[in-house]
């Protein structure tokens, strides 16, 4: 039997075939999130049909849907509480996804999806205290405790995204002021870049959008950085020097054997966890000791679809 794992992101979703943790076909659909529910549950339903018919698997083949989403989840029900980057509230997504395709439907966060992968085929393997953050178009966490994955009392806990780390900073998605989402983010770094090649209309960002702006992605930054363009090394230190501060937090915190950097901003691999490790070491309280591993994870931005179509198997051994 096969696996369909969704990840539903602001900006693009990933919907996935699997067996087992193992990719059988996957595709990246914009999620066009100013939408109605119907309107892009209609598109996840065509684009897992056009998936099945081009790997010649049936229905009756598939065993469930899982659907990773960046926000708080009733996990019972199925229903987004609240997914401030979607602005979604109180949605039924399970049972939406369900009308249109008649299998089990399981919903859970994102980052706590990504984490399931990490535990069963990568980074969190045979650990036994492990901490994930995504970083995407936002940011999100996942903690494994003595080997299990911990959400707090409702399922709603470990959103680091959202711990505030500046009071009367800049204003976050969810409403409050000085998330670390807002700092630490691919959005945070899309907005400091915007904002330098209006400021410093110069150098090798503000030639690689041709002066515009509103093209500056967090991959054009990286990118200028790694070749030493200045402004974006500046953009990207800083970024590097906020999130160091809250990783030595969460080992100060809870000492777990790892802290693994997910999400589509993991791509930029060793050139953003150096500077993380250098900013982690300086930070942490543990000094004279041997400390977590900073690690990318291994599934990076696809191990929020493994990890919910993982979401039946998990569910059913939490009830065993």
């Known amino acids: 039997m096969y696996q369909i794992g969704l990840d539903i992101g602001a900006t693009n979703t990933r919907i996935a075939i699997v067996d087992n943790g193992e990719v059988i076909r996957s595709k990246i659909i914009p999620t066009l999130s100013g939408r109605t529910i119907q309107e892009i549950v209609d598109d996840d339903a065509a684009s897992i049909g056009a998936l ?28 987004i509480l609240h997914a401030y980057n979607l602005q979604w509230f109180n949605v039924p997504l399970a049972q939406e996804l369900k009308k249109k395709i008649d299998k089990p439907v399981f919903v859970e966060n994102d980052a706590n999806c990504a984490a399931l992968a990490e535990l069963a085929k990568g980074v969190f393997q045979g650990k036994r205290n492990a901490f994930l953050l995504t970083l995407s178009t936002g940011l999100g966490s996942s903690m494994i405790l003595d080997g299990k994955l911990f959400s707090g009392r409702k399922g709603t806990g470990v959103e680091m995204g959202h711990v505030t780390i500046r009071e009367g ?71 590097a020097d906020t999130l160091g501060s809250a990783i030595a937090s969460i080992i100060n915190l809870m000492d777990p054997e790892i802290v693994a950097i997910g999400g589509s901003l993991s791509k930029s691999g060793e050139f953003l966890l150096a500077s993380l490790r250098e900013n982690v070491k300086k930070k942490v309280f543990f000094k004279n000791m041997v400390t977590a591993n900073i690690e990318v994870s291994k599934f990076g931005s696809e191990g929020g679809a493994i990890g919910a179509s993982l979401l039946a198997q998990y569910r059913e051994s939490e009830d065993s």
């Open 52 to 79: 099945m018919k081009d790997a010649s698997i049936s229905l009756s083949e598939i065993e469930a849907i899982g659907v990773g989403v960046p926000g708080a989840v009733d996990r019972i029900n199925g229903t």
């Open 169 to 239: 900073g800049i204003t976050c998605t969810c409403g409050n002021k000085g998330c670390l989402e807002a700092y630490c983010s691919a959005s945070a770094l899309e907005r400091e870049g915007r904002r330098a090649v209006i400021d410093q209309p110069y150098g090798q960002l503000y030639n690689a959008v041709k002066g515009d702006f509103k093209q500056v992605n967090a991959k054009h930054i990286m990118d200028c950085a790694k070749k030493g363009d200045a402004i974006s090394l500046d953009i990207v230190h800083r970024f």
